[in-house]
């Protein structure tokens, strides 16, 4: 019997995590430095033993975990944390503030005499609506070798002229200088048209590549620039888009630029995700660990652990599923998107566990928040979020529009689920909680479930 309540204890204690000395995951030394108002303190401590930060008390979550802001002075800041007969020494150094010389003053715009030839160096350039390397400017992104006409620039940016009233900007690393004659207007010669199952698919005939922009909307729209023959050297093609747009792409193969546009597929409403397929993306990974818990739970692991949650659920609903990564190993940005693409993915599903910068208080940001960049994602964002607010009992830190690796995919409809914050110690319980984790994956695949059985979907009409 005695051997009995052992071996049960031992059980009890392998599975329940037991917090019984003070661990600090963030400040990661006890020498930092940080350039900020104010930090924080994040980890764990023993559940009922008092926890001071230079004397003053810390709330201990249930879980052991905490999270405590401190302000920080110019200079060396001490701070003494003690649990029980346990103390850390933390020194933290703030660098003092800089006094400005004077007013800012916004790099100049030089304007050339004459316009210059250039041309696209790699793959996947962004044009930007302004000459800033951040934010929600992007207007597209070129193959290499799409030339370009140059009439300005400003600071690390040229000023790319498209036509007579549309200019963006090109980061001056992205492209190349083109010497000889200056580059005259392509010619565009036709244009064909086939649709399959799948997609409707335009193909333009140019004699080289020019400079393009794909506009979401009602009117889905391509442009081509610097183009003869065409009002203010624009070709430009619409297509009505009657419900919700589902995904597209564009590219030049050779002087060919093919557009493919999804349909929208038929949905049995008995079983709506039948035969859709989803790509899950599980954040980080082998090296790239991500945010830290308070209990010092990885993300990575966080990440995994839901969305192979995620995958069976979708699978049970019949959609086909395809995982980014299923161990902890590095998968990089691009081959994420790649992937997704490669196997002809509708959407693209990103999972993490958010965190915060210096001068933040994590204790007064909780919940879920969903990332999208292109329109055609939000519905998708906005029906998820709902369903997990409603279910897994989140707080809603909103759909938000962000430029992030994993959401400028439009191939398919692409967000990335910030699911809970690991850095907030009631969040933090939520996240390394298994049943949490399974209610995450079932309101997520409500909420694609709720983005097709809502909204009538008519197919579009050819332009």
């Known amino acids: 019997m005695k051997l009995k309540i052992i071996f049960t204890f031992l059980i009890f204690t392998l599975i329940v995590p037991q917090v019984f000395a003070l661990d600090v995951v963030y400040p990661r030394k006890n020498q930092v430095t940080i350039n900020s108002a104010s930090t924080f303190f994040i980890g764990s401590s023993k559940v009922g033993v008092p926890l001071t930060v230079n004397g003053e008390y810390v709330r201990v979550h249930p879980s052991g975990g905490f999270a405590y802001v401190v302000n920080l002075r110019d200079g060396k800041n001490t701070f003494v944390l003690q649990s029980g007969d346990e103390i850390k020494t933390f020194i933290i150094e703030k660098p003092a503030r800089r006094l400005s010389s004077g007013k800012y003053t916004p790099p100049p715009l030089v304007e050339y005499t004459s316009k210059k ?14 000459p800033i390397d951040a934010g929600i400017n992007r207007l597209s992104h070129f193959e290499k070798d799409v ?96 419900g919700k747009l589902y995904g597209y792409q564009g590219a030049y193969d050779g002087n060919k630029f093919i557009l493919k546009i999804r349909k929208f597929p038929e949905i049995n409403p008995d079983k709506p995700l039948k035969g859709r397929v989803i790509t899950i993306d599980a954040g980080h990974g082998g090296h790239e660990i991500g945010s830290i818990g308070c209990c010092g739970h990885k993300e990575k692991d966080i990440t995994l652990a839901i969305a192979q949650k995620l995958e069976k659920e979708l699978q049970s609903r019949g959609a086909t599923v395809f995982m980014t990564r ?36 994590p204790n007064k940001h909780s919940g879920t928040s969903i990332f999208y960049y292109y329109n055609q994602s939000k519905p998708l964002a906005d029906k998820i979020i709902t369903e997990m607010t409603t279910q897994a009992g989140t707080n809603n830190d909103k759909v938000r529009q962000g430029s ?26 939520k996240l390394i909680d298994t ?25 579009g009409n050819i332009n």
């Open 117 to 130: 030839n250039y041309y696209i160096a790699s793959d996947g350039a962004p044009l930007r609506q302004t």
């Open 147 to 242: 030339p370009l006409l140059i009439d300005g620039e400003k600071s690390n940016f040229y000023r790319v002229v498209l036509n007579n009233n549309e200019k963006a900007w090109i980061a001056k690393t992205n492209v190349k200088a083109f010497e000889g004659y200056l580059n005259p207007p392509a010619v565009v010669s036709g244009r064909t048209f086939t649709e399959d199952d799948k997609y409707y698919t335009f193909t333009f005939s140019l004699d080289k590549k020019t400079p393009y922009v794909m506009t979401e909307g009602q009117l889905f729209t391509l442009k081509f620039y610097n183009v003869k023959d065409y009002p203010d050297n624009t070709y430009v093609f619409t297509f009505p888009i009657h």
């Open 435 to 459: 049943a949490f984790q399974q209610q995450c994956a079932k309101s997520i695949a409500d909420g694609i479930e709720k983005y097709f059985t809502t909204d009538t979907v008519l197919p």
């Open 326 to 361: 299923r161990i902890d190993n590095d998968v990089s940005l691009k081959a994420r998107v790649d992937y997704a693409n490669s196997k002809d993915s509708e959407m693209l599903i990103s999972i993490h566990a958010n965190a915060l910068p210096d001068g933040a208080d």
């Open 404 to 429: 992030l690796a994993l959401v400028r995919n439009t191939n398919a409809l692409s967000i990335l689920i910030e699911v809970a914050y690991m850095i907030n110690p009631e969040d933090n319980a």
